[in-house]
């Protein structure tokens, strides 16, 4: 079936130092869609990306959409304590109302 | 409201019993989605409504699961037979416009079946 890979599960840091968190798409996504879930809480939308090869930037994070529109990555620098929380790709498959979720990379902040 | 919401937050039943789960979505959304998340797992697509309708419940996991939106605004997932499996947070989630557009997801119900 329809899968969205996500990879690493968990990626723990020391605050300052970068995170990355990838997806991979069994399909290629019409658009493909980031969000962030703190512990507790529910998923909020960070940002989305439509064009093949895109990328966008927030601040500290940058979003990329691969060439085939079949990946996306999520790179936040120099992390800081209230990045902590799940970070989930989506993306949609044309023609189809399902969100495809990844499992999730959950990013810890060392103590 | 501001927000989706969903109630009760929290639901904790026996199992062989029937729950139902209510969502109020963002005024003027006429998309509305629900998912199940279980922990350390993303959300796992049930059912959407355009309006009324139910214009895809393949996600429902058997027949035991049930969703309605009689008059397009509030919705309410409802599950007989409650089973030890059916424990998870269940989201709800609503949309404005074309399905690409973003979902905005309520708090969420944390279903508990003892």
């Known amino acids: 079936g329809q899968q969205v890979m996500q990879i690493p599960q968990y990626q723990h840091v020391q605050e300052g130092e970068d995170f990355t968190t990838y997806c991979n798409s069994s399909?290629?996504?019409?658009?493909i869609q980031w969000y962030k879930q703190r512990p507790g809480g529910h998923p909020v939308f960070l940002i989305q990306?439509?064009?093949s090869g895109e990328v966008k930037k927030q601040k500290r994070l940058t979003f990329q959409f691969g060439e085939a529109k079949k990946n996306s990555s999520l790179h936040i620098t120099a992390t800081q304590t209230t990045d902590v929380g799940t970070y989930f790709c989506?993306?949609?498959?044309?023609?189809?109302?399902?969100?495809?979720w990844g499992a999730g990379t959950k990013l810890i902040i060392k103590p | 409201g501001a927000g989706v919401s969903q109630t009760p937050s929290n639901k904790v039943t026996e199992k062989g019993k029937y729950v139902e789960l209510r969502c109020d979505p963002i005024?003027?959304?006429?998309?509305l989605y629900w998912y199940r998340q279980s922990l350390g797992q993303g959300p796992e697509f049930l059912i959407y409504?355009?309006?009324?309708?139910?214009?895809?419940d393949s996600g429902l996991p058997n027949d035991r699961f049930f969703a309605v939106r009689p008059e397009g605004s509030v919705s309410t997932l409802k599950i007989q037979r409650t089973e030890r499996g059916d424990s998870a947070v269940y989201l709800c989630?609503?949309?404005?416009?074309?399905?690409?557009?973003?979902?905005?997801f309520g708090p969420g119900t944390r279903l508990t079946v003892l």
């Open positions: 989630a609503s949309r404005r416009g074309p399905f690409t557009d973003t979902q905005y």
């Open positions: 399909t290629t996504l019409s658009n």
């Open positions: 990306l439509v064009k």
């Open positions: 005024s003027g959304h006429t998309a």
């Open positions: 409504f355009q309006g009324t309708g139910a214009a895809d």
């Open positions: 989506a993306g949609y498959m044309d023609s189809n109302y399902q969100l495809i």
